[in-house]
């Protein structure tokens, strides 16, 4: 109970952090999205049947606080954290590398996944414009700071994994 | 005799020895203005010792009120310090009230043009992801916003109200891409739909190739479609390009609002061709 208490904790404290002062501070394509980096660390490390619904609340919440679109990064995340659950099983999650290139690999699937949600439901024409640019940067970052989170003792996953 | 003398012979001495050191006293009266051979053999001893003794003497003197100096300047030290980080405060403070007047009566005079009224709104977020451009302000609908409401800054349109909740709204630059905002160039009166375009770029879209366009033109509001007043300035034409194919012209347009440093912005309640 204090493990998932204590991983809620973070997870506000990553929100707040992301809403708030990282918008204000740093430039556009280097801001890492924690609540991605939050979604690959539930589908690596927390398989509970509850992770799944808090990657999606991760998602609203993103959504609610970033563009107009809700249920976009919702859509998304709830996407990239089933994928990661499916495979979890078969991969050695405690690895540090793993985790990292995850992250950037789960940052270039979002930003594909919601490229195409907005180009079929939206008329955001020439979003690709302004996205894929960012794209790798954002990655990188992400992948960076998931490389500092790692080294952070969170609360662990089963140990069976 | 010689009893006598052995018998007082204590008394005798010291008689003597007082009878000595009278006659020196006395012999030196006449000569007292000068040192004697053993007067200046002592002084010649001891000038080096008591040089050497004034000197550490005032070396001692030295080291101690310097070091009172010392924690005196120390405190004064803390002081001024503290001092000069108030004064930075109150300079740093008197600049950012200077730079806000400058902001908030550049936004007075824009509302005294505007024949609508509206209400003044500050900046209190930004939008987390680098896709969208949205910010978020202090007012929502229990001060009178709604969704659709236009927003301006001093130098021109900034975008409209999305997502409006009781304390706050979010306002859609007319940079992100799911703005469009329906537009004329001033001066040839040429017809378009401004879209942003990401970043700090926004595209005139819709206006054909026969229509006049130059770099440098100013782009404003055409007040089609009912969001925006007629005449308002969204930006300048930085480029212009007409392919060879294709009944448009590829028109890119520099907002009017530097919208990167967006503090206050006035939110227009209804247009004035209501």
Same mark, same amino acid.
């Given at each position: 109970?204090?493990r998932?208490l204590?991983?809620?904790?973070?997870?506000?404290?990553?929100?707040?952090?992301q809403?708030?002062?990282?918008?204000?501070?740093?430039?556009?394509?280097?801001?890492?999205?924690l609540?991605?980096i939050?979604?690959?660390y539930?589908?690596?490390k927390?398989?509970?049947?509850l992770?799944g619904?808090?990657a999606f609340?991760?998602?609203?919440?993103?959504?609610?606080?970033?563009?107009?679109?809700?249920?976009?990064?919702a859509?998304?995340?709830l996407?990239?954290?089933?994928?990661?659950s499916q495979l979890a099983?078969?991969l050695?999650?405690?690895n540090?590398a793993?985790?990292?290139l995850?992250?950037?690999?789960?940052?270039l699937?979002?930003?594909?996944?919601?490229?195409?949600m907005?180009?079929?439901f939206?008329v955001?024409?020439g979003?690709?414009a302004s996205?894929?640019?960012?794209?790798?940067p954002?990655?990188?970052?992400?992948?960076l700071i998931?490389?500092l989170v790692f080294?952070?003792p969170?609360?662990a996953?089963?140990e069976?994994? | 005799?010689?009893?006598?003398?052995v018998?007082?012979?204590?008394?005798?001495?010291?008689?003597l020895f007082?009878l000595?050191?009278?006659?020196?006293?006395a012999?030196n009266?006449?000569?007292?203005?000068h040192?004697?051979?053993?007067?200046?053999g002592?002084m010649?001893l001891t000038?080096?010792?008591?040089?050497g003794?004034a000197a550490?003497?005032?070396?001692?003197?030295?080291?101690w009120?310097?070091?009172v100096?010392?924690l005196e300047v120390?405190r004064?030290?803390?002081?001024?310090?503290?001092s000069?980080?108030?004064l930075?405060?109150r300079?740093?403070s008197?600049?950012e009230?200077?730079?806000?007047?400058?902001r908030?009566?550049?936004?007075?005079d824009?509302?005294g043009?505007?024949?609508?009224?509206?209400?003044?709104v500050?900046?209190i977020?930004e939008?987390?992801s680098?896709w969208f &451009?949205t910010l978020? $302000?202090?007012? #929502?609908? =229990?001060?009178?916003? *709604?969704?659709?409401?236009? %927003?301006?800054?001093? !130098?021109?349109?900034?975008?409209r109200l999305v997502k409006?909740?009781p304390?706050?709204a979010?306002?859609?630059l007319?940079?992100?891409h799911?703005s469009?905002?329906a537009?004329?160039?001033?001066?040839?009166?040429?017809?378009?739909?401004?879209?942003?375009?990401?970043g700090?770029r926004c595209?005139?879209?819709f206006t054909? &190739?026969d229509?006049? $366009?130059?770099? #440098?033109? =100013?782009?404003?509001s *055409?007040?089609?479609?009912g %969001?925006?007043?007629? !005449?308002?300035?969204i930006?300048?034409?930085t480029?212009?390009?007409?392919?060879?194919?294709g009944?448009?012209?590829?028109?890119e347009?520099?907002?009017a609002?530097?919208i990167?440093?967006l503090?206050?912005m006035?939110?227009l309640?209804r247009?004035?061709?209501d």
């Amino acid at each position: 109970m204090i493990r998932y208490l204590k991983l809620t904790g973070w997870l506000l404290a990553a929100i707040v952090l992301q809403m708030t002062l990282m918008p204000r501070y740093l430039l556009d394509p280097f801001q890492p999205n924690l609540m991605l980096i939050a979604v690959v660390y539930l589908g690596l490390k927390l398989p509970h049947r509850l992770a799944g619904f808090a990657a999606f609340s991760l998602g609203l919440l993103q959504d609610s606080f970033s563009g107009i679109y809700l249920g976009l990064h919702a859509f998304s995340y709830l996407c990239i954290y089933t994928l990661l659950s499916q495979l979890a099983d078969r991969l050695y999650t405690d690895n540090r590398a793993l985790f990292v290139l995850v992250v950037f690999l789960a940052t270039l699937v979002c930003a594909l996944l919601n490229l195409v949600m907005l180009l079929i439901f939206s008329v955001s024409n020439g979003l690709y414009a302004s996205l894929l640019p960012a794209l790798i940067p954002q990655a990188l970052v992400n992948a960076l700071i998931a490389s500092l989170v790692f080294s952070v003792p969170l609360p662990a996953g089963e140990e069976a994994r | 005799m010689i009893k006598l003398l052995v018998r007082h012979k204590r008394l005798l001495i010291t008689a003597l020895f007082l009878l000595t050191v009278f006659l020196t006293y006395a012999m030196n009266l006449r000569n007292k203005e000068h040192a004697n051979p053993l007067e200046r053999g002592v002084m010649t001893l001891t000038a080096p010792v008591a040089g050497g003794a004034a000197a550490a003497s005032g070396t001692l003197d030295s080291l101690w009120s310097n070091y009172v100096d010392l924690l005196e300047v120390r405190r004064e030290n803390v002081a001024l310090r503290k001092s000069v980080q108030r004064l930075n405060e109150r300079i740093v403070s008197g600049n950012e009230a200077v730079m806000a007047n400058a902001r908030l009566k550049a936004l007075l005079d824009l509302k005294g043009t505007l024949d609508a009224p509206s209400l003044a709104v500050s900046v209190i977020g930004e939008d987390s992801s680098a896709w969208f &451009k949205t910010l978020v $302000v202090d007012r #929502g609908s =229990a001060d009178g916003l *709604s969704e659709g409401m236009p %927003v301006l800054a001093a !130098g021109g349109i900034v975008g409209r109200l999305v997502k409006v909740a009781p304390h706050s709204a979010r306002v859609l630059l007319l940079t992100d891409h799911a703005s469009a905002i329906a537009a004329l160039v001033q001066r040839s009166r040429a017809r378009g739909v401004v879209r942003g375009a990401g970043g700090v770029r926004c595209s005139m879209e819709f206006t054909v &190739k026969d229509d006049d $366009v130059k770099v #440098g033109d =100013a782009v404003v509001s *055409s007040g089609i479609g009912g %969001v925006f007043p007629k !005449g308002l300035p969204i930006g300048e034409v930085t480029m212009v390009k007409k392919g060879e194919y294709g009944v448009f012209q590829t028109i890119e347009v520099r907002p009017a609002v530097n919208i990167t440093n967006l503090e206050e912005m006035l939110v227009l309640f209804r247009q004035p061709n209501d």
